[in-house]
């Protein structure tokens, strides 16, 4: 609900909704880190495993039923 950077009330676009909420790191999510060429960032990056392919079909199942509508 809040990144710490915005206000979570002020985080969605009037007439907009909220699309996903993960409850994970947000790097997790974004960047297979484990890959990373740089040992620092392999070393401190968390080892949890993020189904990134499960969750980008989430994504474009909901947009699709959303313009479907």
């Known amino acids: 609900m809040n990144d710490g950077q915005v206000i979570a ?3 969605l676009l009037p ?3 909220l699309l ?9 999510y974004v960047l297979l ?8 960032v392999r070393t401190i990056a968390s ?3 993020f189904p990134r392919a ?9 947009v ?3 313009l479907g509508r």
Request: aromatic letters at 10%.
């Open 20 to 28: 996903a909420e993960v409850k994970s790191d947000h790097w997790i």
């Open 33 to 40: 880190l484990s890959g990373h060429p740089s040992l620092l």
């Open 15 to 17: 007439g907009s909704g």
């Open 54 to 62: 499960a969750f980008f079909r989430a994504v474009v199942k909901s």
């Open 47 to 49: 080892s949890a495993d």
């Open 64 to 66: 699709a039923e959303d």
């Open 9 to 11: 009330g002020w985080s």
